[in-house]
């Protein structure tokens, strides 16, 4: 007697409606993973497009800062400049004799007037002093002066004011001053200005004219010769 097998039949549409389900729950699921992906990428982008941001606002912060210091710096370069031309126009680094023969030309040149006369006869400079245990160095010389009293007084005044960094006039002083003139001249000049005006006086004075101690005495750094440069003009200066 044949044997007899029997066939199980499978159940296809409830197979096929599972697979649907699936199918739909992976997509489901992929979907809400791509929303959360994309909205970190979302923020991501944000933070970056807001720390580029800020980048470029440091970035022109800096830029701006730099620019404000390259300007700072150069308007101090240009003060420090400034001061020490005028500096070393009152306190040279050398005895610069020169100079000092011209700036003295031109004062006179300029006060002497045919009513008020002024004029400087022989001019003789010394041997240049530096003393080692002193910040500055001295440059003696001696003068003749013949002019009116008016025009001597005002010498005396330009000495007095010298060394100032805005009158661009070299520090001096007098250090002796000789009349050299009659008896009743000499009276006439020490009588009160009330008195009226004096003949011309002829004088002969003794002065001193200062310039910075040569390297070879003082060898400070740059900035500190430039600073006892200031002091000692100052000091100098008060003491004329």
Known sequence: ?????AIVKKNYPRLKHSFQLLTVLVLVAAGVYCYFQYQKLAEAQTALADEQSRMSSMQASVDQYSRSFDDLKKAADADSAEITNKIQGVYPLE??????????????KDNDKPSNPIFAGSLSFSEPVVDANKDYAVLPFTMSIEGTRENFEKFLRYVEGSGELGG?????????????????????????PEAGAAENLNVSVSMDAYFQKPSAFNRPAAAAQTAQAVQTAATLSSNT
């Open 1 to 5: 007697m044949p044997t007899q097998v």
């Open 95 to 108: 005895e610069n004799y020169t100079a000092l023969t011209r700036m003295l030309d031109v004062f006179f």
């Open 168 to 192: 661009n006039v070299r520090l001096m002083d007098i250090k002796m001053i000789s009349l050299n003139f009659p008896a009743e001249a000499a009276a006439a000049f020490t009588v009160s």
